[in-house]
Every structure is written in C-alpha cells, then in structure tokens.
C-alpha cells in the first residue's frame, strides 16, 4: 500500500489522520491518504493568496510554457499514471490511457489559450472620452474534481484557472486522489512558484466549508451531482462565491430509421457503456424509432453481451467494476424497479459471477439491456451511473424530441440519423449544452462543455473555458480632447 502525501505551500506534507484508497476490481487496499480538514484548506488559501501577485503578473506565455512543461512530465509518465487511474477507478486501461492523453491535450490548449485573454478597445459615444475593456485573474479559485474521470477533469479546472492567473488548489475524490498527486508531482517537476498549485484532500465538508466562508477564495469549480450543485449554490450566498458547475446529466439518444443501423448499434454502445456507464453524458434513455426497434434491440443485445466483462487491466476487457458496492446496489435496484414497472429485461439484470479476471471481490455488473421501460421508471428519471440501457420506442420525430427534453437535466443528448434537415432541427431543439449527431465522443478541447437547467452552469474548454476564470472591467477615460 502506497504512502501518499498532499502537496501544500509549494512542500509534500503527512499529516496525523488518513483514509483508505481501495480497488474496486478486488478490494485491494492501495493507498493511505493524508484526510486534511479546515486548517490545511485555511493554509491552502493562504499560501495561494500569497502567490496571487506574481503569478497573475507573468505574461500569458510565461504561464502557458508552465502549463506545457506540466504537460511533458505527464507525457513521460502516461502509462504509469493509465494504471493508477485504472486500479483507483476501475475503468478498462486502454480508456484509462485516453484520458491521460486527453489530460495533456487540455494542458496544451489552455496552454496557448493563455495568450489570447483578449479585451478590447470601445469607440466613445461622448467627445473627449476613450474606453477600454480588460480581462484579468478572477483570484484564488478551488477545483473540486470527481471519480469517475478523476484526472481529466481535475484538468479542465485548473488548466485554464492557472492559465487566467488564478491561484489554484484541487481536491480530488476520496475514492480515485492518486493520479492528482501524481499531477501535483508534475507541477512540482514543472516548477511552478509555491502556492501557485496545491492539493489537498480529505472529507468533503470542512474543506468546502472553508472555501465558501473564506473571502481569500474568489470562486469554486466543481464536477459532481446534482444534489450537491445545489447545496454549493446555498452555501455560496454568503459571499457571493462565484461558481462554475459541471453537474448530473440523463442524456437522451434519439436513433432513426434512416441512420445507418450497424454504426448506430456501435456508437449507442459506446455512448451507454464507454467508462463502464459512469459518465456524466452516457446514454441513459434510448428512443428508437418503431421501424427499427426490433431488429436495434436484437443487435444491440448481440452487442452488450460480446463485451468483456473483467478487472481493468486484464487484456481486452471493456467493462471494469463498478466503483464501490453502494453504486452496484443503486445499479441493481434500478433494474429491479424497471422490470417491476414493465420493462424487459433482454441480458444482464445481475452482478457478475466471479470467474478468470473477475475477482470476487470486484463490483462487476453485467451490461444490462431493458426494453419497453415506462416512463415512470427510475432509470427514465435519474440518473443511472452503470452499464444498464433502458431502451424505448417511438413514432414520430415529435414524440422523440418531447420525450428526450422531459427531464430536469440537460447536459448531452445524442441523435443518429441521415437527415441533414432532421440534423440541424433537433440540434435546436433538443435541451442540452452538448448535442452529438452521429457521434459518440463529443468532449474535445477546443469546444465548451457543460448544461443546461439543472445539469449546471458555466462552461469549460473551448474559449470559454478561459473566460470562466477571468473578470471583466471597463476603464472610462476622460479628458482625452
């Protein structure tokens, strides 16, 4: 079991209590963590605080050469990173190495992002007057990552927060903190001045508390729940924390009978099993015209079942653990409350049997397809973070699209079809901050991510993910005849 440590004041420091990392795939302990508390999150602020002057001082290319030297040492250590991902989170290796790969992409975008916080010149309207409009460092900002992608997305949050000039101190997930420290090792590498980045990690509430009840922290970044959104948007009333939201998403697929059924099949897959269904914009809802629901159920069945269910370092497997028994319960009775309300299940329903790359002790879940599920469902309502599709037909485009947005999230939603008319339509009307048409992977780093209603405010990537961590103020000058 690895002795982990946080990376706080520019120094790796132990502290006297600790949680517990353990593997999903066979319940190995992996790694003792530091569990910090309102004094190092106090500590963190400070030290950060500290570091605020000069490092928003540096020139945009000066913290871009910082961000793309993090870059490099990540590079050197992708393989090595891939498998800590892999044991701390369960997901297949192969899908562990793209998000190391995608990780270093997001370094290198914001890394020449950092140039281009552009303001502007604005005509006057008034004889004798100039205005100007700048763009500077928000401040001190803390990022609040998850488990289910924990490296890359502890990346969309402070890539572009250093790149602006913030200060930046990341928690990550209790369950998965290893390749942060490993990202904060990287910063060390790189040499960034001291309180520039810090880690820390622990219980939840005291850290986030501080934050929120600090004035030194200027804005909170966070990937998670829904539920948990929320409770950050009361707690950041008291003074006016400002916040970026990347929150639950029940992602809608609408496939059409003029789409190519074959590539369907495959894409829909990747879309509802892709990092084992625990993806805030997997499939969780799948409309398929009347036309084709049989013969899509069949092969999509055909499909669920050739996946390799196993520990996700074992050669060739596409299905990992879940990451802890409380998410294969909640997975489990989602299946039971579909089948009681109607719906079919078609393959899967149940935890799979241990067996050659299935320790017993691994939270492993057969992909599981349920037809005609009913509107009231659980599974049609929440969000489902597992390899489990519910698949329901439809009639009409109308029907399609009004089903797709009677949901109080709206983070993707995925359309397959050949009609560019029907293409561009649904691309209007369809609820959500990400619309995918016949495609199955739409995260890139040039492009903004994030909700609509209630999957979350704010963006990342793209060009707005720069300008989340920038403010913007207007210089009236006067006397200038």
């Known amino acids: 079991m690895e002795n982990r440590r946080l990376y706080l004041t520019g120094s790796w420091v132990d502290l006297e209590n600790h949680f517990q990392v353990a593997d999903p795939g066979n319940g190995e302990l992996l790694a003792k963590v530091p569990a910090a508390g309102a004094q190092e999150a106090q500590l963190a602020l400070e030290s950060a605080s500290a570091a605020l002057p000069a490092w928003r001082g540096l020139t945009g290319m000066q913290r871009g050469d910082y961000l793309l030297a993090i870059a490099e040492v990540l590079s050197r250590r992708q393989e090595e990173i891939a498998t800590v991902i892999t044991r701390e989170n369960g997901k297949p290796l192969a899908q562990s190495r793209g998000e190391v790969g995608m990780t270093i992409d997001h370094l290198r975008w914001f890394a020449e992002e950092a140039r281009r916080a552009y303001g502007r010149i604005v005509p006057n309207q008034a004889a004798g007057k100039r205005h100007l409009v700048l763009k500077q460092p928000i401040g001190v900002v803390a990022a609040i990552a998850p488990w289910n992608f924990p490296l890359v997305l502890a990346a969309r949050k402070v890539a572009p927060s250093l790149a602006a000039g913030c200060p930046t101190i990341l928690r990550p997930a209790s369950q998965t903190p290893s390749c942060a420290i490993m990202l904060a090792e990287a910063v060390e590498e790189a040499g960034l001045p001291a309180g520039v980045f810090q880690l820390i990690a622990g219980p939840a509430e005291p850290i ?58 495959e894409a829909v897959a990747v879309t509802k099993f892709r990092n084992t269904g625990q993806s805030c914009i997997a499939s969780n809802r799948i409309y398929v015209e009347r036309s084709i629901y049989e013969e899509f159920l069949k092969r999509f069945v055909d499909k669920a079942q050739s996946l390799k269910v196993g520990y996700g370092l074992e050669e060739g497997v596409e299905i990992g653990p879940l990451v802890n028994e409380e998410a294969l319960r909640s997975a489990l009775e989602q299946i039971e409350n579909a089948g009681q309300a109607g719906g079919r299940v078609l393959c899967g329903g149940k935890k799979a049997e241990p067996g050659p790359g299935r320790p017993e002790q691994g939270f ?25 599709a519910p698949v329901v037909p439809f009639d009409s485009e109308e029907e399609a699209v009004r089903q797709a947005n009677e949901t109080r999230y709206g983070l993707a939603a995925y359309v397959f079809t050949s009609d560019l008319n029907r293409a561009f339509r649904l691309a209007e009307q369809l609820e959500a901050g990400t619309v995918c048409i016949n495609d199955a992977v739409p995260a890139t780093s040039n492009c903004p991510f994030g909700g609509m209603k209630e999957s979350g405010q704010g963006r990342e990537l793209g060009i707005e993910g720069l300008e989340a961590f920038l403010e913007t103020k207007h210089v009236s000058i006067s006397g200038m005849g």
Do not use: Y
């Open 208 to 265: 986030v508390r501080t934050f929120l009840d600090s004035p030194t922290c200027a804005k909170i970044t966070f990937t998670g729940s829904t539920e948990v959104g929320k409770k950050l948007v009361e707690g950041s009333a008291k003074r006016l924390t400002k916040l970026s939201l990347e929150l639950g998403g029940h992602a809608p697929v609408l496939a059409f009978a003029d789409a190519d059924l074959d590539s369907t099949v």
């Open 364 to 388: 492993f879940l057969e992909p599981t397809v349920i037809a005609d599920v009913p509107a009231q469902a659980v599974c049609m309502n929440e969000e489902t973070f597992a390899p489990v």
